[in-house]
């Protein structure tokens, strides 16, 4: 398979693209938790391997040459991700704050009529510990006493809560910390 590919033979790519495009995949998906990433860490690194074919030693096996490459992408790209959300943050601290309160109004009737939509959707135990927790302020053992349920079930019903909330908004394009935000303060 490397001879052909080494001599530009595109069938041989195919070949090799068939068998390790979903591999590399689920590696940088792994640790990504992304698909165009993870996409792109598969394009990325198949391209490279049609760009240094000619570098291929037919001595060594095909699989970690293309593992190694990208899993050092995939790296690279957790890094860029990283370095990005850190400048977000920075921008965000250094902003002045300019209310608008009607815009600020509006948006937050927006998150909240969202956030009950989502709620309602919740199963009734998961309701019931999330507006316990966030609207009223009660602690974990509170809310097991007034439920009659243990400390760990009201943490599993909030973590549950929680999941389904940011996966939501995550699809809303919506952020979740904001949202946090507005059900907090």
């Not at 689920?26 to 049609?50: C, D, I, M, P």
């Not at 699989?63 to 850190?86: G, V």
């Not at 549950?160 to 910390?177: D, H, M, V, W, Y």
């Amino acid at each position: 398979m490397i001879v052909r590919l080494r001599e530009g033979d595109e069938s041989a790519f195919r070949v090799v693209f068939d068998q390790y495009s979903q591999k590399i995949y689920g590696l940088a998906y792994h640790f990504l938790k992304n698909r165009e990433q993870s996409k792109e860490v598969v394009q990325e690194t198949l391209l490279r391997l049609w760009e240094h074919r000619l570098k291929l030693d037919g001595e060594y096996p095909l699989a970690p040459w293309l593992y190694t490459i990208a899993r050092r992408l995939t790296i690279n790209m957790l890094r860029q991700t990283a370095t990005s959300e850190a400048a977000r943050k920075k921008l965000w601290l250094t902003i002045h704050p300019e209310h608008n309160e009607t815009e600020e109004g509006i948006l937050a009737a927006d998150l909240e009529r969202l956030t009950s939509h989502i709620l309602n959707t919740l199963p009734q135990q998961q309701q019931m510990v999330f507006r316990l927790s966030r609207f009223e302020g009660l602690t974990y053992e509170e809310i097991a006493a007034r439920m009659n349920i243990s400390v760990h079930t009201v943490k599993y019903h909030l973590t549950g809560a929680l999941k389904t909330l940011r996966a939501c908004f995550n699809q809303s394009e919506i952020l979740f910390p904001l949202l946090l935000f507005f059900l907090l303060y």
